[in-house]
């Protein structure tokens, strides 16, 4: 096991369990057998899914072939759910909430699966958790899409592939830099393709040098910069988490809108997304008797360090940089193009490779330092936020439509708050995990998402015909 995934191995605490939790809606409804045959045939073709995990004070933590593997403890059924009075929307997202507390069995493979065969609506619920030690967010939307009707299995192995040189201490740091192309590195491309094109110069020696002269200040910069970052501003949000979760979810806007407004007011779809969930946030902070004026609040933000080709490997291989969402900003324009103007200040940016080495070195150390290194994350900032582009049209599994897709990553030390946006299928999903203690309305923060695109909506509508704002 690399030190990164030992490092997530070990990042569990009671109040915040180390799983990226998942849930599809599929319609009609699918069977168990249907589902332990689509699982035996296609996400076991996977290795790491018939592993185990076994920790030695010589070798450090292993994956190991569980030989008593059997499907049934990871694929099984969940009784119809009791309605209680409420709707069926609201009793999914309680036991998924639960499930958010539920640990993984540490003798047994990392993972399981969920299934409500009938929501009693004609429609299936499938709940998904993996431990992250197995792979990061990206990895497994590639596992999964792979175990889709139209899915395509993992390429398979060379027989003469060399082995992986020792995962050393200085090599990770510089293995990132070795094997990244643009498209796959997202706000990160333009810095770090310069590295590694720089690296890669031997004919031009002098440029080269200069030119990693260059990129070694902006990384020592970068160091230094998140070093003395100052901690986060405090609100209701941030503080002591406990381990009961609450999840909220919706899918109220349309793909094609959110374009629409982005390219009317100059800025992406990321731009638009961003900041209707620092919208939502600070109107219920306000809504809360809090006053946000000048406030802002972090999010760590997960950045892939990876060619998406090599998704099927699995493990952890991304960075994480610090976005300032500016909940304090009322007026919807104004707070678009802050948020903006902090994407841009992240392009080029090498905190996501030296996060990446932190949680390498994190690895190596005993659990107590580890967390005590990985609470300077939780002090500087007040959410895990994931943004990640889904397929564009409905997938279909065992032979029903995917008709909805959710997940949330974990939040590591004392954060508390998990934002999920996912594009699927021609809609925005946007997602809320919180710890009940300190949010336990997530979906109220939910639903102020739409009308803050509402406002950017109305305010792009009223443009002169054929322009777009600055």
């Given at each position: 096991?690399?030190?990164?995934?030992?490092?997530?191995l070990?990042?569990d605490?009671?109040?915040?369990?180390?799983?990226?939790?998942?849930?599809?809606?599929?319609?009609?409804?699918?069977?168990?057998q249907?589902?332990?045959?689509?699982?035996?045939?296609?996400?076991?073709?996977y290795?790491?899914?018939?592993?185990?995990?076994?920790?030695?004070?010589?070798?450090?933590?292993?994956?190991?072939?569980?030989?008593?593997?059997?499907i049934?403890?990871?694929?099984?059924?969940?009784?119809?759910?009791?309605l209680?009075?409420?709707?069926?929307?609201?009793?999914?997202?309680?036991r998924?909430?639960?499930?958010?507390?539920?640990?993984?069995?540490?003798?047994?493979?990392?993972?399981q699966?969920?299934?409500?065969?009938?929501?009693?609506?004609?429609?299936?619920?499938?709940?998904?958790?993996?431990?992250?030690?197995?792979?990061?967010?990206?990895?497994?939307?590639?596992?999964?899409?792979?175990?889709?009707?139209?899915?395509?299995?993992?390429?398979?192995?060379?027989?003469?592939?060399?082995?992986?040189?020792?995962?050393?201490?200085?090599?990770?740091?510089?293995?990132?830099?070795?094997?990244?192309?643009?498209?796959?590195?997202?706000?990160?491309?333009?810095?770090?393709?310069?590295?590694?094109?720089?690296?890669?110069?031997?004919?031009?020696?002098?440029?080269?040098?200069?030119?990693?002269?260059?990129?070694?200040?902006?990384?020592?910069?970068?160091?230094?910069?998140?070093?003395?970052?100052?901690?986060?501003?405090?609100?209701?949000?941030?503080?002591?988490?406990?381990?009961?979760?609450?999840?909220?979810?919706?899918?109220?806007?349309?793909?094609?809108?959110?374009?629409?407004?982005?390219k009317?007011?100059g800025?992406?779809i990321?731009?638009?997304?961003?900041?209707?969930?620092a919208?939502?946030?600070?109107?219920?902070?306000?809504?809360?008797?809090?006053?946000?004026?000048?406030?802002e609040?972090?999010?760590?933000?997960?950045?892939?360090?990876?060619?998406?080709?090599?998704?099927?490997?699995?493990?952890?291989?991304?960075?994480?940089?610090?976005?300032?969402?500016p909940?304090?900003?009322?007026?919807?324009?104004?707070?678009?193009?802050?948020?903006?103007?902090?994407?841009?200040?992240?392009?080029?940016s090498?905190?996501?490779?030296m996060?990446?080495?932190?949680l390498?070195v994190?690895g190596?150390?005993?659990?107590?330092?580890?967390?005590?290194?990985?609470?300077?994350?939780?002090?500087k900032?007040?959410?895990?936020?994931?943004?990640?582009p889904?397929?564009?049209?409905?997938?279909?599994?065992?032979?029903?439509?995917?008709?909805?897709?959710?997940?949330?990553?974990?939040q590591?030390?004392?954060?508390?708050?998990?934002?999920?946006?996912?594009?699927?299928?021609?809609?925005v999903?946007?997602?809320?995990?919180t710890?009940?203690?300190?949010?336990?309305d997530?979906?109220?923060v939910?639903?102020?998402?739409?009308?803050?695109?509402?406002?950017?909506?109305?305010?792009?509508?009223?443009?002169?015909?054929?322009e777009s704002?600055?």
């Amino acid at each position: 096991m690399s030190r990164v995934d030992h490092a997530w191995l070990r990042m569990d605490t009671e109040a915040n369990l180390m799983m990226i939790v998942g849930v599809w809606s599929l319609r009609p409804v699918i069977k168990l057998q249907a589902l332990r045959e689509r699982v035996a045939e296609r996400l076991l073709k996977y290795p790491r899914f018939r592993q185990k995990v076994v920790e030695d004070s010589v070798l450090g933590a292993q994956w190991v072939l569980d030989r008593e593997f059997d499907i049934a403890h990871h694929v099984i059924a969940e009784l119809p759910l009791p309605l209680r009075g409420q709707s069926r929307a609201d009793v999914l997202r309680e036991r998924v909430a639960e499930l958010c507390s539920q640990p993984l069995d540490m003798a047994r493979p990392l993972w399981q699966m969920q299934l409500i065969e009938d929501m009693g609506d004609g429609s299936s619920a499938l709940i998904v958790r993996v431990h992250h030690c197995i792979a990061d967010g990206i990895a497994l939307i590639a596992v999964m899409l792979s175990i889709t009707d139209d899915g395509q299995p993992p390429p398979q192995r060379r027989a003469t592939a060399e082995p992986e040189s020792p995962d050393w201490l200085l090599d990770a740091f510089l293995r990132p830099l070795s094997n990244l192309t643009v498209k796959a590195i997202g706000l990160t491309g333009a810095g770090l393709s310069r590295g590694v094109d720089a690296m890669k110069s031997a004919g031009a020696p002098v440029d080269a040098s200069l030119e990693m002269a260059r990129l070694g200040y902006q990384a020592v910069s970068d160091v230094a910069a998140f070093a003395l970052m100052p901690d986060d501003s405090p609100t209701r949000l941030k503080g002591q988490p406990g381990p009961r979760k609450r999840v909220a979810w919706d899918s109220s806007l349309a793909l094609d809108e959110v374009r629409a407004v982005g390219k009317a007011l100059g800025a992406s779809i990321n731009d638009v997304l961003l900041a209707c969930a620092a919208g939502a946030i600070g109107q219920y902070l306000r809504a809360h008797g809090e006053d946000t004026a000048g406030k802002e609040i972090r999010a760590m933000v997960p950045v892939n360090l990876r060619p998406l080709e090599d998704a099927w490997q699995l493990g952890n291989r991304f960075g994480l940089v610090p976005l300032v969402l500016p909940v304090g900003i009322e007026n919807p324009l104004e707070r678009l193009y802050a948020v903006r103007a902090r994407m841009a200040e992240l392009k080029g940016s090498f905190q996501p490779v030296m996060a990446f080495g932190l949680l390498s070195v994190a690895g190596l150390l005993i659990k107590p330092v580890q967390h005590a290194m990985l609470n300077i994350f939780a002090k500087k900032a007040t959410a895990v936020m994931t943004n990640v582009p889904g397929p564009e049209r409905p997938l279909k599994f065992c032979g029903s439509t995917v008709e909805q897709v959710m997940f949330w990553v974990p939040q590591s030390g004392g954060i508390g708050v998990g934002l999920s946006i996912l594009t699927y299928a021609g809609r925005v999903q946007f997602g809320l995990v919180t710890d009940r203690g300190l949010c336990p309305d997530p979906e109220t923060v939910v639903a102020g998402f739409a009308p803050e695109f509402d406002k950017l909506l109305l305010l792009s509508l009223m443009l002169p015909w054929g322009e777009s704002a600055a």
